[in-house]
């Protein structure tokens, strides 16, 4: 072990002497040091400027800091191999894998560095630019609860769309709609009837009730005490509307003060008037912290208008658990915009099953919801500092993997080489997904209709094993959850570094000690 950490302080020693870390690092803190106070994001918007902040601060240094663990990487072997440098060590009593391990480590815990310096100026940064001040109504909260409260997501429960769609073509073969279909006919219909079902199942037509469910929600439904305290002092931030509740017959209400939901319930009984003017006498009132989770929305009108407003009244509750009923709140949502609309957890029922229950009150628009970020629930979790370092952590467990790829490449390839193999498998991981929706649709079914003609079925085959071989970086997008808001799971972080680090990036370091080990460094070839 002492071996390997004396070859990886040598090789971060190298790397700063040569000049080329200490470029890519200046570049880094550059960024960081300079990207506060010059990013204005949409010019108006505090959560807007550090969401621009932390896009581009985080997006870069990941890109900057994967150019630098490739050319370290690369460069390292090849060039110490064709001048000869490594003549000197091998030459030692330290196996040639040793050697191998120790310029891994050495560049992986430059990127930790590195990456533990972003982490504490992002965490300046933030703290900086959410202090700044804003003459937009609401914003500082929106920074609070959607940039730096981190929130995470669940997913609508869907039907069976493949069991519809083959019910669906039973039907037609009933009715004698259509006639005996080939796999491959049979397939595509299943596909556009899966997609009709989708979009229909996602529209509300004018005056149509839906009901969207949203199962295995393991959220607290307990309220807990917040603060007591005489009403007065409160009655000036309750609510804009002039509205009347009477706390004797009712379970209370639900406000938000100082940007928290909050639960208050009167402890005997009169009126609270919610109209600016302090209630008579000086009850006491109970004021507990509820909790609470967010319908996450963004309705679409199918005309692609991008103005209107649309009408809709949302209540939530199972009916077969009266208790978990909420009121009907209708109100106006600006298409092709995300809404936030909060939902006490007390809403959700005993099998742990919210239902939202949604009504277009237009006597002539639609609404849609297309997309899996157009309708999901946002649960409050975790904070601001340990998501960045979660993301961080994914980060170095992609750049690990690059060091392993470019020091397996350069133990046989030159330095050129090496470095356009890595980037081209960098350019492959960051787009993976992007490119096997692509081979999916380029797919032809006869050489007639394939534009590469008989040369497409192979060439197509190659690029799907090669691209199956690649990890796929666009898994998990950790720095865009950052940006947002949303949770960067735990789960995330442990299967980059089991997949990434403890198995591809070991089975290149294993591959890249053999050809090491069995290379004749005496022929060196130019």
Same mark, same amino acid.
């Given at each position: 072990?002492?071996?390997?950490?004396?070859?990886?302080?040598?090789?971060?020693?190298?790397?700063?002497?040569?000049?080329?870390?200490?470029?890519?690092?200046?570049?880094?803190?550059?960024?960081?040091?300079?990207?506060?106070?010059?990013?204005?994001?949409?010019?108006?918007?505090?959560?807007?400027?550090?969401?621009?902040?932390?896009?581009?601060?985080?997006?870069?240094?990941?890109?900057?800091?994967?150019?630098?663990?490739?050319?370290?990487?690369?460069?390292?072997?090849?060039?110490?191999?064709?001048?000869?440098?490594?003549?000197?060590?091998?030459?030692?009593?330290?196996?040639?894998?040793?050697?191998?391990?120790?310029?891994?480590?050495?560049?992986?815990?430059?990127?930790?560095?590195?990456?533990?310096?972003?982490?504490?100026?992002?965490?300046?940064?933030?703290?900086?630019?959410?202090?700044?001040?804003?003459?937009?109504?609401?914003?500082?909260?929106?920074?609070?609860?959607?940039?730096?409260?981190?929130?995470?997501?669940?997913?609508?429960?869907?039907?069976?769309?493949?069991?519809?769609?083959?019910?669906?073509?039973?039907?037609?073969?009933?009715?004698?709609?259509?006639?005996?279909?080939?796999?491959?006919?049979?397939?595509?219909? !299943?596909?556009?009837?899966?997609?009709? *079902?989708?979009?229909?199942?996602?529209?509300? =037509?004018?005056? /149509?009730?839906? @009901?969207? $469910?949203?199962?295995?929600?393991?959220?607290?439904?307990?309220?807990?005490?917040?603060?007591?305290?005489?009403?007065?002092?409160?009655?000036?931030?309750?609510?804009?509307?002039?509205?009347?509740?009477?706390?004797?017959?009712?379970?209370?209400?639900?406000?938000?003060?100082?940007?928290?939901?909050?639960?208050?319930?009167?402890?005997?009984?009169?009126?609270?008037?919610?109209?600016?003017?302090?209630?008579?006498?000086?009850?006491?009132?109970?004021?507990?912290?509820?909790?609470?989770?967010?319908?996450?929305?963004?309705?679409?009108?199918?005309?692609? !208008?991008?103005?209107?407003?649309?009408? *809709?009244?949302?209540?939530?509750?199972?009916? =077969?658990?009266? /208790?978990?009923? @909420?009121? $009907?709140?209708?109100?106006?949502?600006?298409?092709?915009?995300?809404?936030?609309?909060?939902?006490?957890?007390?809403?959700?029922?005993?099998?742990?099953?919210?239902?939202?229950?949604?009504?277009?009150?237009?006597?002539?628009?639609?609404?849609?919801?297309?997309?899996?970020?157009?309708?999901?629930?946002?649960?409050?979790?975790?904070?601001?500092?340990?998501?960045?370092?979660?993301?961080?952590?994914?980060?170095?467990?992609?750049?690990?993997?690059?060091?392993?790829?470019?020091?397996?490449?350069?133990?046989?390839?030159?330095?050129?080489?090496?470095?356009?193999?890595?980037?081209?498998?960098? *350019?492959?991981?960051?787009?993976?997904?992007?490119?096997?929706?692509?081979?999916?649709?380029?797919?032809?079914?006869?050489?007639?209709?394939?534009?590469?003609?008989?040369?497409?079925?192979?060439?197509?085959?190659?690029?799907?094993?090669?691209?199956?071989?690649?990890?796929?970086?666009?898994?998990?997008?950790?720095?865009?959850?950052?940006?947002?808001?949303?949770?960067?799971?735990?789960?995330?972080?442990?299967?980059?570094?089991?997949?990434?680090?403890?198995?591809?990036?070991?089975?290149?370091?294993?591959?890249?000690?053999?050809?090491?080990?069995?290379?004749?460094?005496?022929?060196?070839?130019?």
């Amino acid at each position: 072990m002492s071996r390997i950490w004396a070859v990886a302080r040598h090789m971060i020693a190298e790397s700063i002497r040569t000049k080329v870390a200490l470029l890519f690092i200046a570049i880094i803190l550059v960024i960081l040091l300079t990207t506060p106070f010059t990013v204005t994001g949409d010019g108006l918007t505090v959560k807007s400027r550090l969401q621009n902040y932390l896009a581009y601060s985080l997006g870069s240094v990941g890109v900057l800091l994967s150019l630098l663990t490739v050319f370290l990487s690369c460069g390292t072997l090849s060039n110490e191999i064709s001048r000869k440098y490594l003549f000197m060590v091998v030459s030692k009593p330290i196996p040639r894998w040793q050697l191998f391990m120790g310029k891994w480590v050495g560049v992986v815990t430059l990127n930790g560095i590195t990456l533990l310096m972003t982490f504490a100026a992002a965490m300046v940064s933030a703290w900086y630019i959410k202090n700044q001040p804003t003459t937009v109504p609401g914003d500082a909260e929106a920074v609070q609860e959607e940039v730096l409260g981190v929130r995470h997501n669940f997913r609508l429960h869907q039907p069976d769309w493949n069991r519809l769609a083959q019910g669906r073509i039973r039907q037609l073969r009933e009715a004698g709609a259509i006639e005996k279909l080939t796999p491959e006919e049979e397939k595509n219909l !299943t596909t556009q009837l899966v997609e009709e *079902a989708k979009s229909g199942w996602r529209t509300l =037509r004018p005056r /149509q009730w839906h @009901t969207f $469910e949203f199962r295995n929600l393991l959220v607290s439904k307990t309220a807990v005490e917040k603060d007591r305290g005489s009403a007065t002092v409160y009655e000036n931030r309750l609510t804009d509307e002039a509205r009347q509740w009477d706390v004797n017959e009712s379970r209370g209400f639900d406000c938000v003060i100082q940007s928290v939901p909050y639960h208050i319930a009167a402890n005997s009984a009169t009126t609270l008037m919610l109209d600016g003017n302090p209630p008579s006498g000086s009850q006491d009132y109970s004021i507990r912290r509820k909790g609470f989770v967010f319908l996450h929305i963004k309705p679409r009108h199918p005309g692609g !208008t991008e103005d209107a407003f649309l009408q *809709a009244l949302i209540v939530c509750g199972d009916p =077969r658990e009266p /208790q978990t009923m @909420t009121r $009907e709140v209708a109100a106006d949502y600006v298409v092709e915009r995300f809404h936030d609309i909060p939902i006490p957890t007390f809403a959700v029922n005993s099998q742990n099953t919210l239902y939202v229950q949604i009504f277009n009150l237009s006597e002539k628009d639609s609404i849609t919801f297309e997309g899996d970020d157009g309708f999901e629930l946002l649960y409050p979790l975790g904070t601001f500092h340990w998501n960045t370092f979660r993301a961080i952590m994914i980060v170095w467990s992609r750049l690990a993997f690059l060091a392993a790829l470019g020091l397996m490449m350069s133990s046989f390839l030159s330095f050129p080489v090496a470095c356009m193999a890595s980037f081209l498998v960098f *350019a492959v991981a960051s787009m993976k997904s992007w490119l096997t929706d692509s081979f999916e649709w380029t797919t032809s079914y006869s050489f007639r209709q394939d534009a590469l003609w008989v040369f497409g079925p192979p060439l197509r085959f190659i690029g799907r094993i090669f691209i199956n071989l690649v990890p796929d970086f666009s898994r998990f997008d950790a720095v865009s959850n950052v940006v947002a808001g949303r949770l960067v799971t735990l789960n995330w972080v442990l299967q980059s570094l089991v997949l990434l680090v403890l198995f591809q990036g070991a089975v290149l370091i294993i591959i890249g000690c053999v050809v090491l080990t069995r290379r004749e460094l005496a022929r060196v070839t130019a």
